[in-house]
């Protein structure tokens, strides 16, 4: 019995510390200018995966989502939740969400972590293969 318990207090602790790894606060650099945009902070919530801008860097070029539309059109940028309802599937999380604020548009997505202080983030329309990629950074 004593060896169940421990042997189940163990997993226990392996999974939340791989659901924890993701996250945190992660630096965003664009693929295409290789700038640092902003931070994201990613927490989890329902057994989801969010993101929310906590921090605009100087190289973002836009404080506010002008593309974005409906009620978000205009809104800042900063406190904005950008990456939502992505789902744990094994080490990666999917079958969710991102806005580029640049853009106003919105990408399916999947996450997964590189190592241990590098986040890729691939957004996608219909095939995952139909997309891009940024790599984030863990914030120490």
Request: hydrophobic share 35%; charged share 25%; aromatic share 10%.
């Given at each position: 019995?004593?060896?169940?318990?421990?042997?189940?207090?163990?997993?226990?602790?392996?999974?939340?510390?791989?659901?924890?790894?993701?996250?945190?606060?992660?630096?965003?650099?664009?693929?295409?200018?290789?700038?640092?945009?902003?931070?994201?902070?990613?927490?989890?919530?329902?057994?989801?995966?969010y993101?929310?801008?906590?921090?605009?860097?100087?190289?973002?070029?836009?404080?506010?989502?002008?593309?974005?539309?409906?009620?978000?059109?205009?809104?800042?940028?900063?406190?904005?939740?950008?990456?939502?309802d992505?789902?744990?599937?094994?080490?990666?999380?999917?079958?969710?969400?991102?806005?580029?604020?640049?853009?106003?548009?919105?990408?399916?997505?999947?996450?997964?972590?590189?190592?241990?202080?590098?986040?890729?983030?691939?957004?996608?329309?219909?095939?995952?293969?139909?997309?891009?990629?940024?790599?984030?950074?863990?914030?120490?």
């Open positions: 019995m004593k060896n169940s318990i421990v042997c189940f207090s163990f997993f226990l602790c392996c999974q939340l510390g791989i659901a924890q790894d993701i996250l945190g606060v992660w630096k965003t650099v664009d693929d295409e200018d290789n700038v640092e945009k902003s931070h994201i902070k990613l927490y989890e919530e329902d057994g989801k995966l993101g929310t801008v906590i921090k605009l860097l100087e190289g973002a070029t836009a404080t506010h989502c002008n593309d974005c539309e409906e009620e978000l059109k205009g809104a800042p940028i900063e406190g904005m939740t950008i990456l939502y992505l789902v744990k599937d094994g080490k990666a999380y999917e079958d969710g969400s991102i806005l580029d604020p640049a853009s106003g548009k919105v990408y399916s997505c999947k996450v997964e972590l590189e190592d241990a202080n590098t986040l890729r983030v691939r957004g996608y329309i219909g095939y995952s293969w139909l997309g891009r990629t940024q790599y984030w950074y863990r914030v120490q």
